[in-house]
């Protein structure tokens, strides 16, 4: 069974600091990954569709990279702006699953 | 072009009462889902629709039911709601007919619906 895990599951930063978050997944075998932003009692926005066969894919000032043989994702945000506050969630597609499985999020906070 | 819409935004229920949750996407999308959000848990599949007329169990179905009642349509039933189902739901659309198993499909949300059961 597909699990994902996202750490840490809170950070503070100043504004203008690039920062990354991390994601794990434990079966390899994804179709893609996706990376969300959720603001407060919001739904969720794509930011970012990384392919199983792709290593990275950029927009604007996000950068999110995929390691299928270590499991892992990160999410790079360059030049952190308070806007940028909300929580980040990632969720992969397995082979054998038909919908998203989603990590428990990283709530971001962007101080000016 | 509004994306996927949800109806209510919020609902507040008693016990035993019984509501359908209400879902439309305007994208021509095939796979239609529903998810519940509750703190400490993340996003949970209930159920999903890979294309019309089809509709399948996610993860935590007990308790719901769902319609495909076209390509735009998704509803979902609480037929008799509990506090344990208290939650956001939200549902999200893709375009691939074959439920997200492909590389490049992307999911869409809706904005939620907030469902509190006394």
């Known amino acids: 069974k597909q699990e994902v895990t996202q750490i840490p599951a809170a950070l503070s930063v100043p504004e203008g600091e690039n920062l990354v978050l991390n994601c794990s997944f434990t079966?390899?075998?994804?179709?893609?990954l996706q990376w969300f932003r959720q603001d407060p009692g919001k739904g969720l926005t794509s930011l970012l569709l990384i392919q199983s066969s792709q290593r990275e894919q950029t927009s604007g000032r996000l950068n999110a990279s995929l390691d299928k043989s270590s499991g892992r994702s990160t999410l790079y945000i360059a030049a952190s702006q308070p806007g940028d506050s909300a929580t980040y969630l990632c969720a992969a597609i397995n082979q054998a699953g038909t919908a998203l499985i989603f990590g428990k999020g990283t709530t971001l906070s962007v101080s000016s | 072009n509004a994306g996927v819409t949800q109806t209510p935004k919020f609902q507040v229920l008693k016990t035993g009462q019984s509501m359908t949750l209400q879902c439309a996407q305007d994208?021509?999308?095939?796979?239609m889902y529903w998810y519940r959000q509750d703190p400490g848990m993340g996003l949970r599949l209930i159920y999903y629709s890979a294309s019309e007329g089809t509709t399948d169990k996610g993860e935590v179905p007990n308790g719901y039911n769902v319609s495909r009642l076209n390509k735009r349509e998704f509803s979902l039933r609480l037929e008799s709601a509990a506090p344990s189902q208290t939650s956001v739901y939200f549902c999200?659309?893709?375009?691939?007919?074959?439920?997200?198993?492909?590389?490049?499909?992307?999911?869409?949300f809706g904005p939620g619906t907030r469902l509190t059961v006394l």
């Open positions: 999200a659309s893709s375009e691939a007919r074959s439920g997200g198993r492909t590389s490049t499909d992307t999911q869409y």
């Open positions: 994208m021509n999308h095939n796979s």
């Open positions: 079966d390899s075998a994804i179709y893609n």
